[in-house]
Structure formats: structure tokens, C-alpha cells
């Protein structure tokens, strides 16, 4: 039997849970109108939390109410990627004729004989991000639905990329256009970017953290596309596989993934393939997640998040401060570049903690040889 799980960034799960709420909030936002403050909407979370599977998810549903989707990552060249390919594609859509008539008023005439879609064109790629977004916005207008942009991968080193789409969509935003906006990101990418004082419209777009989901949401993403492929699991061995993935996502698909494999043509899942899949999901995570993770990190950082990995529950700051010997003001900022690079979490006053499930045993294996 084909297993349903599938640990690949990027690839939509078999059964997406715990976004039914955020969701929901975006497709208001379609609902509301021009000026709902949804229509430009953040994703912001650490690696695997389903950034990109949540803007697939969106680009569905609007689709499904009829919108137009552009899907692009803010990799150099987006914006000439959306001017030269996507606009002018969904711009073909409709009759030439009538894209004439609007182009005319956005260019001016344009004396072309008989009409064809290829004479148009060249003008419209000519019109640029704004005309064309306004051209497009206008038809789509008269067939009362709107345009959305989504752009995963949002990066600090796009930001005049990102300064021009800003701009086009804030004043499609003050004209009253129906477009939408989805940006997806890191954290601390996305911090950076909205501090960017040409970037207002992107401070003040709605931001949403994709955390960790319920361990009931977990048990319905597993045992659900399990029964769907055709076979069991009972509720021990769902325990199993539900408390191995800590609520992440990405561990969802990788345990689920490899404890399939385990039996492909066995009915039932014993707890013995629950507790076989988790442990060699584990093995990869380090690889697959905590590995790119900690590429940025620097030494101090390291000697930090070991010093944390001294402590079994969330670590006490006075602690950490006296295991690296340094003052107060030193710990605290080192503290702040790794809450910043999403790899710890303030839990409550004083105390902090990992942010990515499993990264403790991760360290203590791994990473302390190294320093
Ligand atoms: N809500 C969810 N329910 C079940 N599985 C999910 C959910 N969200 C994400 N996943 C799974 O987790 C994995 C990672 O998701 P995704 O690629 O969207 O993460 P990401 O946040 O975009 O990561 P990156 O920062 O590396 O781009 C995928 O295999 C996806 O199917
Ligand atoms: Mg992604």
C-alpha cells in the first residue's frame, strides 16, 4: 500500500491540521473587502512549521472562489518573474480587445491593426508591476473577484525586490483594488524585513506564528490518511507516534513516513513499528532540520544552547549566565540573537527554552564535540 506521508518541504500533507482558524481568518478578509487588514497577511515560524504548505492551502481556497493566483518565492528576479510571466498570463485570459481598451488608458493609444493577443503583449509587459497589477484588478473587477500575490521565502537580501511590490500593493490597497498579499518567512527574517521603513504596509499586515499543533490535531493527521490508505493503528500506537512528533509538522510526515515503511503490507501498525518509526525519524531530524538550523550559529551561540542543554526542562537564565561565566548584559543579548534566530523561546519570566523540538539531544550528541 502506497504510503500517505511524505516528509518533503514544501509538499502539501495528506491531511493539513491545526489551520482551520487561520484559514478561516484569510478567507474573511477575501470576504470583508478592500481594506480589511487580512488582505496583506504574514506567515512567520521556524524550519518545517508548514509556511509553505499554509500559502498552498490559501492559494487553493481562493482559487476556489474564483480569485487569480500568483505563487512566487522571493528569490532575485521575482518581481521581473511576475511583470514578464505571471501578469501577462493571467492577463491572456481574457479578450485582447479588452485589455486594449484598458492599456490605452493606463499607456495611451496603442495603434494595433487587428487585435491578437501577441500585439498586445509587448505592451503590457511594457505597462510594468503597477499597470499591469491595476489593468488586471480592473477586469477582474467586472467579474467581481480579485487578484492574489503570495511570496514565500521572504529574505533580507530582496528588499528593494520587495520595496517595489510593496509599493504596488499599497496603493492598489488606497485605490480600493481587490488584491491580497500572503508573505511567508522565518521569524527573524520577517522582523527584519518589516522594520524596513519603506516596507510600512508590510508592518502593519496581520502577522500569524505557525506553532506547534494540539496533540489531538496530531493524532487526526496521522490515524486519518493511515485508515484513508488502508490500514489500522490502534490507539497505543498512535500515543507512540503522536507524542514522538512533539506537535511540529514536519515531524508529523517523518514519523509518519517511516513508520509506514516499516510494514507496507501488514494491516495493523503495532506499537513496536510506533516506536521503531519515531526512532528513525529522530535519526533524520538532526540532518534534515536541526543541522541547517544551527548553519548560522556562532561559536557563543553554540556554548550557549549547550549550556541550556545541561538542564532536562527549560533553563533558568541566572543558570546559564554562571555555566559560561559571563555578566548579565552579556548573556541577555545572546539570548536575544537566539530567541532572533528562532532557535530558543522565552518561557516565562527568566527561564528560556529550545524552539525546536529534539535540538537538546541534538547538541548533547552532536555539538559538543565540536566546540
Ligand atoms: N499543519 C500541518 N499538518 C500536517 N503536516 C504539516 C502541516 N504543516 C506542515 N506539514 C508538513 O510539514 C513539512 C514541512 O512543511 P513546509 O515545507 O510547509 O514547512 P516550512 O515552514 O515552509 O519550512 P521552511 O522554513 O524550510 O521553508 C511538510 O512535509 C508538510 O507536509
Ligand atoms: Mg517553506
Redesign the pocket.
Known sequence: MPNPF????????P?????DAGIADFMEALDDGPGSSGRATLYT??????????LNAIEDRAKERGWLVISETASPGFITRITRQHLPRLLRSFDPDAVRQKLTGITGPLNIGAVTWESVESHVVEAGLRNQVELLTDLLAEHETGLLITL??IHQNQISELRDIATTVQHAFREGRELAFVG?G?TKTISGVVNDDVLTFLRRAERHT?GP?TPA?VKR?LREPIETSGRTIGSDALQVMTEGTSGY??L??LVGAQTWRLHPRETEITVEDAEEGVTRALRRLGALVHEPALADASDIDKSFLLAMAKDDRPSKMSDIQERLKVNVNYASQYRLRLIAAELIQPVRRGYVDFALPYLREYLREHVAADI
Open positions: 511524505h516528509a518533503s518541504f514544501g509538499v502539501s500533507p491531511l493539513l491540521v491545526g489551520r515560524g521556524a524550519r518545517g512549521s508548514g509556511k509553505t504548505v499554509m514565500d521565502e511567508a522565518l505557525l499543533v490535531e493527521a509538522p514536519f508529523i510526515q
